[in-house]
């Protein structure tokens, strides 16, 4: 499984977008891309996930280059409620791997 | 996606003591899997739970300190056994269907005194 890196912590203020960079350079062919949210004292959440260019859903957008070796995970405009940790994950989504998680990057919106 | 409970939400054991955390999916899922989680630090997996034999574990986790049961496809329990307060955590249970992603209960949080 391929070895991810994020920022530990970012700061940002409500109606900024954020935008959340994740680094894998050792990523496989056919690995996926896929971010999780969690909030203190629940399970982590599937936000999005991707294997290139670009994939929007109503929550995010996730942005990968053309080389796969990084994602960013764009928010926009966010609120208090988007505090939480993110997670992101690199792995092979078709054969039921195992789903194993960085350290994460903490994210703290200010009003 | 599907809906994992996890019993109980939380509990606070007697050192020596053995917890017993069950997971109930509410329907099939092809793998679960079980997690630690200390405050503040990111999940770290114990073990894949299989259905009909025995758990595979990650490195630094053993069964005889987390036995694992999966009779079925939609439950699995974890056991800590022998608890001393180094076991104090959340842990987590987790599912996923394939081609899926993985979806995760609420945790359960113990504290060993």
């Known amino acids: 499984l391929a070895k991810t890196t994020q920022p530990i912590s970012m700061d940002s203020y409500e109606g900024q977008e954020v935008n959340i960079t994740c680094s894998h350079n050792n990523i496989a062919t056919n690995d996926y891309i896929t971010w999780y949210q969690q909030f203190p004292s629940q399970g982590p959440r599937f936000i999005i996930q991707g294997y290139k260019t670009k994939v929007t859903n109503e929550v995010a957008s996730l942005f990968i280059p053309a080389d796969r070796k990084s994602s960013t995970l764009s928010l926009p405009r966010v609120s208090l409620s988007d505090t939480a940790v993110y997670y992101c994950l690199v792995g092979d989504s078709n054969g039921g791997f195992k789903t194993i998680f960085g350290a994460g990057t903490r994210l703290f919106v200010k009003a | 996606s599907a809906v994992i409970s996890q019993k109980p939400s939380r509990d606070i054991c007697q050192r020596g003591t053995s917890l017993t955390i069950q997971c109930q999916v509410d329907s099939q899922v092809t793998m679960m899997f079980w997690y630690r989680q200390q405050p503040g630090q990111s999940l770290t997996l114990i073990a894949t739970?299989?259905?009909?034999?025995?758990?595979?574990?990650e490195s630094g986790f053993v069964i005889d300190k987390f036995p694992i049961s999966r009779p079925n496809l939609t439950f699995s329990t974890l056991t800590v056994s022998n608890m001393s307060p180094e076991d104090s955590s959340i842990y987590l249970c987790s599912g996923r269907v394939l081609n899926t992603e993985a979806f995760f209960g609420q945790g359960t949080r113990l504290t060993v005194v």
């Open positions: 739970a299989n259905q009909g034999s025995e758990a595979t574990y």
